[in-house]
């Protein structure tokens, strides 16, 4: 049973619009979520992070919104720029397994000019 | 150099080789991982050391072998490995294990068994 979903494979998205990644969990128990891109031929790359604890965080043209009631997460990109095509994974963690990250299976946006 | 070094970028071996996957980071962590990436499945964890000890084995097959000589340093040795291993293995790097550590990851090898 996979707890941590990102349902769309793909994602296309004009050069200066908004991008919106998607995660859903069914776990409520999560403590922390994060956000990783990935490049090909690179390893995933840190991008943003969310306490549970939070509804939001921002860091420049990306923000993590996350919605305990609908257990969904959404990963925001304003304006989106070519440099942002890549895979995004969402993972999610507990307080209590200090190493355990449980993954969604990554959606692949790409951005039009 | 920085960051997270993996060795080889690429390696192809028959199912009766032995080989070695190779890390290193430069960051100064103190916890080690390796990861796996089959196509189109999220990551799985498979290892993870902190300050050289091993603190999770995955229910990974023992035809994978992890050592870790110091906290710089981490190997995956590989043996009578089998077709469905076939996969992107990435090694990572955090300063502590924790749970809201960033993962600084290395570029992967991609691994591919005949």
């Known amino acids: 049973d996979q707890q941590v979903k990102q349902n769309s494979p793909s994602l296309s998205v004009q050069e200066g619009r908004i991008s919106i990644l998607n995660c859903d969990y069914t776990?409520?128990?999560?403590?922390?979520f994060l956000w990783y891109k990935k490049y090909p031929a690179e390893g995933p790359t840190f991008l943003i992070s969310i306490s549970s604890i939070k509804d939001k965080n921002e860091d420049g043209r990306f923000t993590v919104f996350l919605n305990k009631s609908a257990k969904h997460l959404s990963l925001h990109i304003v304006p989106s720029q070519p440099g942002d095509s890549a895979v995004y994974f969402c993972a999610a963690s507990f307080k209590d397994s200090n190493y355990q990250l449980i993954w969604g299976a990554g959606t692949k946006l790409i951005i039009k000019p | 150099e920085t960051g997270v070094t993996q060795t080889p970028r690429h390696l192809v071996m028959g199912m009766t080789n032995k080989k070695s996957l190779k890390c290193e980071q430069h960051l100064g962590h103190n916890a080690m991982y390796w990861y796996k990436q089959s196509a189109k499945k999220p990551l799985e964890l498979m290892f993870v050391?902190?300050?050289?000890?091993?603190?999770e084995n995955n229910s990974v097959p023992s035809r994978f072998s992890p050592e870790c000589p110091n906290s710089s340093h981490l190997f995956l040795h590989l043996h009578t490995l089998q077709p469905e291993d076939s996969a992107l293995y990435l090694c990572?790097?955090?300063?502590?294990?924790?749970?809201?550590?960033?993962?600084?990851f290395g570029n992967g090898t991609r691994l591919t068994v005949t």
């Open positions: 050391y902190s300050l050289e000890e091993r603190v």
């Open positions: 990572a790097s955090s300063p502590h294990v924790n749970y809201n550590s960033p993962l600084h």
């Open positions: 776990n409520s128990m999560f403590d922390y």
